[in-house]
């Protein structure tokens, strides 16, 4: 399994982005899928989940800004960033889970300048 994410940048404040991952050894419809994001010093958070059946969760700093989405038959999973803030300057990686194992991806810089 293998996890590809892109469509970070550098965006202004209350500006939006969209992540894309893709997913290839298996099918993003049959797993969960969610996006973390880690900021220098600090640890990896979690951001946003799919799971299996389509329902989406968020941690409530999240929830209202951000999108996860997933397109079945292009095996992508997207996240979709709106009102983005400084504080959301991250590297941002997708996961999957497959055989009780964790595959993340390589990460995508997202910067948001005041």
Known sequence: VQLQASGGGLVQAGNSLKLSCS???MRVGTSAVSWYR???GKEREWVAAMNVNGMTS????????FTISRNNAKNMVYLQ???LEPEDTAVYYCKTRKAQRDYWGQGTQVTVSS
């Open 58 to 65: 968020y941690p409530d700093t999240i929830k209202g800004r």
């Open 38 to 40: 880690q900021s220098t």
């Open 23 to 25: 997913v290839s050894g």
């Open 81 to 83: 960033m709106n009102s």
